[in-house]
């Protein structure tokens, strides 16, 4: 695959990232975590002449990180970002933000699963650290946008940019990226939002990537080997303390060791015996107690929402008003399910047609467009659920 640099654009044309001006006076900001998605992102806009800045975020401790396999910004993948600029022939420059990803993210995180919901570091990242903070920085060098290797489409709508799901449904980051604001939309770029990963991959090799056969990163980047308890109580110690563990009757089935260790439709290691399958339908933090029932308690009919984004057309409050139909998803690997918006005791709640199984507390809700265009409209944290059954209510 030939890559060549973009020719300048007739007077009052755009070029690829939308500036009416020639790639080489266009100056970008690519954030490099390491891997290969912002790897080919900082190559591809090199190659086609864009004046390049890769910059990488050390966002937990170097020493401590280094060793880690599997994770992005960690020791390894700052050098394997530094070996890709100096391959490609642009500057490189690694910044410290582990406080204030400590304090954004982290500490969240933590407190987060302490008050019994569950958290979504990935989405607070996104919002704070690199959608706040380093796109700040980006305007700070002077840089036209900043772009990522995130695989999701900005598009120009009528009313100005749009965010819409990538081209690749199998590798779609949506539910990841609602919170970005319109204002932040305006300056981000997403250039592999068309792209499958496959070619993405075959991108790296033509442009002799030294992280071309880089597996991609499975774990949270703080969280080493999947162990969310372990991160929790390090941060907070004694965070780790028992608690009941009770059936929806009332009756109580057990022992557990923290809150932190379970989450809501969690059925495997709960290490409680009644010869019916049980799931976490409730956590209550406060009193330290996990509570159980039968698969059918984890149906939801609706659920209330807080911290929302809004990207589609009007206000939400005006949507929520008319009770406009959306595609509403709550967890990353679900498909968005048809619904309605409205209110629930004068919060902003969404409606399922039909229930949605293990919502939990914590996580997103993201809005779709229903009409059957890629459309993402906003979305917000789930801050209530309302069950399908109420006599199934904790």
């Known amino acids: 695959m030939t890559i060549t640099p973009e020719a300048a654009p007739l007077p009052g044309a755009l070029n690829s990232l939308g500036f009416a001006k020639p790639p080489s006076e266009t100056r970008v900001v690519a954030a490099m975590s390491g891997g290969v998605d912002s790897s080919v992102v900082a190559a591809l806009l090199k190659a086609q002449g864009y004046d390049v800045i890769g910059i990488t975020l050390q966002l937990y401790d170097h020493g401590a990180a280094i060793e880690k396999k599997g994770a992005c910004c960690a020791g390894q993948d700052i050098h394997d970002a530094r070996n890709v600029c100096d391959q490609i022939g642009i500057p490189h420059y690694v910044l410290d933000y582990e406080t204030r990803f400590r304090e954004q993210v982290m500490e969240d995180f933590a407190d987060t699963y302490l008050s019994g919901a569950t958290p979504i570091p990935c989405i607070r990242c996104n919002q704070t650290v690199k959608f706040s903070d380093l796109l700040r920085t980006a305007k700070d060098l002077g840089a036209d946008c900043l772009a990522t290797g995130h695989y999701i489409r900005r ?16 590798r779609d980051q949506s539910y990841f990226l609602f919170a970005t604001t319109a204002e932040q939309l305006e300056y981000v770029r997403f250039p592999l939002g068309d792209l499958p990963k ?3 991959r075959e991108l790296a090799e033509d442009f002799d990537l030294p992280v071309a056969a880089k597996p991609d990163s499975q774990d949270i980047c703080f969280v080493p080997e999947g162990s969310y308890a372990k991160v929790v109580e390090k941060l907070r110690p004694g965070s780790g303390r028992g608690g009941e563990i009770m059936h929806l009757d009332g009756r109580v089935l057990g022992q557990h060791e923290g809150v932190i260790h379970y989450t809501i439709g969690q059925r495997r290691g709960l290490r409680i015996a009644t010869g019916d399958p ?4 409730k956590i209550d933090a406060p009193a330290r107690r996990v509570i159980v029932g039968p698969r059918e308690a984890l149906l939801t009919a609706a659920l209330t929402m807080e911290e929302l984004n809004w990207l589609g057309e009007g206000t939400l409050e005006d949507a929520c008003d008319r009770g406009d139909r959306v595609l509403a998803r709550v967890r990353s690997t679900r498909e968005p399910l048809p619904a309605r918006l409205g209110y629930h005791n004068a919060a902003p709640c969404i409606r399922f047609d039909n229930s949605e199984e293990g919502v939990a507390r914590g996580q ?5 467009d229903p009409s059957g265009s890629t459309q993402i409209l906003g979305g917000g944290f789930i ?3 309302i069950a399908a059954d109420e006599k199934l209510r904790a």
């Open 155 to 170: 598009t120009d709508g009528p009313d100005g940019p749009e965010l819409h799901r990538a081209r690749d449904a199998s």
């Open 198 to 200: 496959t070619q993405v």
């Open 278 to 281: 049980l799931y976490v339908v």
């Open 364 to 368: 997103a809700c993201v809005f779709y």
């Open 383 to 385: 801050a209530s659920t």
